[in-house]
C-alpha cells in the first residue's frame, strides 16, 4: 500500500523561507515522477514541480524562481525548499507519485497521479 507522508508546514511570515518534506512507503513502481501540488483556498490544485527517478526536475512558472525541489532516494523523500514566502503561497501542499516511463519529463497535470499525500498547511501572511 502506498504511502504519502508531509510535513514541515505551518506558518510564516513574508520573505521566510520553509521546507516541505514528504515520506513515501510501498512504491513499487522501477521509475517514478514524483511531484509537489497545491491547491490554494476556493481555487484549483495546480502543480508546482515535479522530479523524475533521474532526477529531470520541471517547475512551473508559479514556483520557478523561488522554489526547489528534490529528493533523497535512499531516505524515500521528497522535499520542497520554498523561499521568499509570499502571502499568495498559502496553501494545502501535497506530494504525489506516478509511474515514469523515464522518456518524458514528469508535467504537472493532477489527473496523471496515482496516489496523494494527505496535504499539509502553508499559511504566509504579510
Known amino acids: 500500500q502506498v504511502q504519502l507522508v508531509e510535513s514541515g508546514g505551518g506558518s510564516a511570515q513574508a520573505g521566510a523561507s520553509l521546507r516541505l518534506s514528504c515520506i513515501a512507503s510501498?512504491?513499487?513502481?522501477?521509475?517514478?515522477?514524483m511531484a509537489w501540488f497545491r491547491q490554494p483556498p476556493g481555487s484549483q490544485r495546480e502543480g508546482l514541480a515535479s522530479?523524475?527517478?533521474?532526477?529531470?526536475?520541471v517547475y512551473d512558472k508559479s514556483a520557478e524562481d523561488r522554489f526547489i525541489i528534490s529528493k533523497d532516494n535512499a531516505k524515500n523523500s521528497l522535499f520542497l525548499q520554498m523561499n521568499s514566502l509570499k502571502p499568495e503561497d498559502t496553501a494545502v501542499y501535497y506530494c504525489?507519485?506516478?509511474?515514469?516511463?523515464?522518456?518524458?519529463?514528469?508535467?504537472?497535470?493532477?489527473?496523471?497521479?496515482?496516489?496523494w499525500g494527505q496535504g499539509i498547511q502553508v499559511n504566509v501572511s504579510s
Open positions: 504525489a507519485v506516478r509511474w515514469s516511463s523515464g522518456l518524458s519529463p514528469c508535467h504537472l497535470m493532477r489527473g496523471d497521479y496515482d496516489y
Open positions: 522530479i523524475r527517478s533521474d532526477g529531470v526536475k
Open positions: 510501498g512504491i513499487t513502481y522501477d521509475r517514478t515522477c
